[in-house]
């Protein structure tokens, strides 16, 4: 299933913002959702698993609160924006490859934050990040 139904939704285009290496931040007024896509989990054919930082941790934009580790491979999964992780999604944390791929953006986050003053024009839209997929 491609995500161009990020193009559909007016609500989406205003508020979720990726970054090159399939990271992405949902604004949702003073909280955020952080997640991965599943073009970053696409290497892996083994089953994933999840290692998140602790809750309450601040993480500066760039820096990794987590890791995707698939059979021999491990991927960071690094913060779109900077702020404090407050929640986990401990149930999508559970779930098989299957089950998380199948999950749209923003319904997969795996992280909710306190972001700091947001600056987006670091980040791409859902148009761009579009087309850097079909690039």
Not at 64 to 79: A, E, L, Q
Not at 80 to 96: A, E, F, H, I, Y
Request: a negative charge.
């Amino acid at each position: 299933m491609g995500m161009n139904y990020l193009l559909d939704d007016p609500q989406l285009k205003e508020k979720l913002y990726f970054t090159k290496t399939h990271d992405w931040v949902y604004l949702d007024g003073r909280i955020a959702y952080v997640g991965v896509t599943k073009y970053k989990c696409a290497e892996c054919k083994d089953e994933i698993a999840f290692e998140m930082s602790g809750v309450f941790t601040y993480k500066r934009e760039g820096s990794t609160y987590g890791k995707v580790h698939c059979g021999n491979k491990t991927f960071d999964i690094t913060m779109p924006v900077s702020g404090k992780l407050v929640q986990v999604n401990r149930q999508l944390l559970t779930k098989s490859k299957a089950d998380l791929l199948e999950l749209q953006v923003p319904d997969n986050w795996l992280g909710m934050i306190l972001p700091d003053e947001i600056e987006t024009s670091q980040l791409l839209t859902a148009k761009d990040y579009l087309e850097i997929l079909a690039a």
